[in-house]
């Protein structure tokens, strides 16, 4: 067997990150050669990284760029807080950031060899959340929610303000909406909730000739004003409670032409 001294495995430990007894294993397997011994590291931490792959990710981070009128989110998922501190963590998120900035949402798909790697190095599932890129519209903004990041949100909008945006933005990230009009919400969807509803305790208490219309008030408060859920134009606007998100955008001029809200919780 190869006699493989210390200062070749800690130059291989500050290649790959790999533990000394990895790497000395890693080059007793390849007699020495430090590149083939590189490779066999990368080899079995992408297939650890395959076993990895299905395990959940409660946590992570959510970064934005907003510059010369173009606005980016990306959000990177791994499986715990401390993980989500790891300064190659946080890196390879801004890479990928910094990549839908310059050139598109598939730009992901290139980083998912060093997201397999990084996987095998920290021991932990990685994903790419979700990811937008905005580049057309009067006004873009974003809101972040601190102090953990892990839910941010970017906005598009025609007219407005950038303050209204982020306002928007910060509305969106608690609210969590599923739709953004009336129009949006499919027929099945309301159907099902009707239903629910006129066959509850509450409703068959009521004259039969006022339920359909107890029914409308119903859905109109529960379901398209819901929040968490719901429709955006309908959600009571956080900033002022007497307003709704649709009236506070048509009292300001302002149309919204579309919103990413990532949370890489998972709510």
Known sequence: ??????????ELRELTGAGMMDCKRAL???DGDLEA??????????????????RQTTEGIVGVIIDGGIGSIVGVGCETEPVSKNEEFQAFAERVLQAVQADGVRA???FDE???????????NIVVVGAERYSDATTIAAYVHPPANKIGVLVELDGGSEALARQLAMHISFAAPE???RDDVPTEAIEAERQVYLNSDE???KPEAARAKIVDGMLGKRFFAASPGGVLADQAWIHDQS???????AAAGATLKGFKRISVAGS
């Open 179 to 181: 739709w953004v009009t």
């Open 203 to 205: 409703l068959l208490s």
């Open 108 to 110: 992901v798909e290139s």
């Open 37 to 54: 011994a590189r490779t066999l590291l990368r080899e079995k931490g992408m297939a650890q990284a395959g076993k990895r792959a299905d």
């Open 28 to 30: 007793q397997d390849t």
């Open 1 to 10: 067997m190869t006699e493989i001294s210390a200062g070749l495995v800690k």
């Open 243 to 249: 307003a709704t998100v649709g009236s506070a955008l």
């Open 114 to 124: 060093d997201r397999m790697g990084l996987m095998g190095k920290l021991g932990e």
